[in-house]
């Protein structure tokens, strides 16, 4: 069974920074596997933040946190971290944790394509 579990998130003010963690068990992942982050904020539609390949080669963002957001992954801990700096309130929301196999490019940044999900956790900004 596979299990992706987040930590790391918090209240925090506009400017200052967080780092979530999302820990992978329970499957092996390929190299052309992904695994990412998405939000979720009240009366918004899920949007994709970030993502790495399993290999670590490639990494892709939204374009509204490029610069202030970097992802990692440490394939020995099967874990990926969300670095994040120069939070703003638009920022609050809840991040979900998610992985596939085999993802293709032209699908990396849709939700739909990754079977595999963490329960979230929340991230809030004050201004």
């Known amino acids: 069974q596979v299990h992706l579990v987040e930590s790391g998130g918090g209240l925090v003010q506009a400017g200052g920074s967080l780092r979530l963690s999302c820990a992978a068990s329970?499957?092996?992942?390929?190299?052309?596997?992904?695994m990412g982050w998405f939000r979720e904020a009240p009366g918004k539609e899920r949007e994709f933040v970030a993502v790495?390949?399993?290999?670590?080669?490639?990494?892709y963002y939204a374009d509204s946190v490029k610069g202030r957001f970097t992802i990692s992954l440490d394939k020995t801990k099967n874990t990926v971290h969300l670095q994040m700096n120069s939070l703003k309130p638009e920022d609050s929301a809840v991040y979900y944790c998610?992985?596939?196999?085999?993802?293709?490019?032209?699908?990396?940044?849709?939700?739909?394509?990754?079977?595999?999900w963490g329960q979230g956790t929340q991230v809030t900004v004050s201004s």
């Open positions: 790495i390949r399993w290999n670590g080669a490639r990494t």
């Open positions: 329970g499957r092996t992942y390929s190299n052309s596997g992904a």
């Open positions: 998610a992985a596939e196999n085999g993802i293709i490019l032209s699908r990396i940044w849709t939700g739909d394509a990754y079977s595999d």
